[in-house]
């Protein structure tokens, strides 16, 4: 397994997360952070359901 790797019951706080996700994309943890600011996501109640 790699040191990297996380089971079910483990939780990662938002800056495990970021620097895990930096590693894996080769960006840095604040361009991520910035580059999250910039998506807008829409509140579930807004979302369209598909059934394929």
Same mark, same amino acid.
């Given at each position: 397994?790699? @040191?990297n790797q996380l089971t079910a019951d =483990?939780? *990662?706080?938002?800056?495990e997360f970021d620097e895990l996700? #930096? @590693?894996a994309t080769g960006a840095t943890? =604040?361009? *991520?952070r910035r580059g999250?600011?910039?998506?807008?996501? #829409?509140?579930?109640?807004?979302?369209t359901v598909i059934d394929e």
């Open positions: 397994m790699s @040191e =483990e939780v *990662l706080s938002m800056e996700l #930096a @590693e943890a =604040e361009e *991520l999250a600011k910039e998506i807008y996501i #829409a509140p579930s109640e807004e979302s």
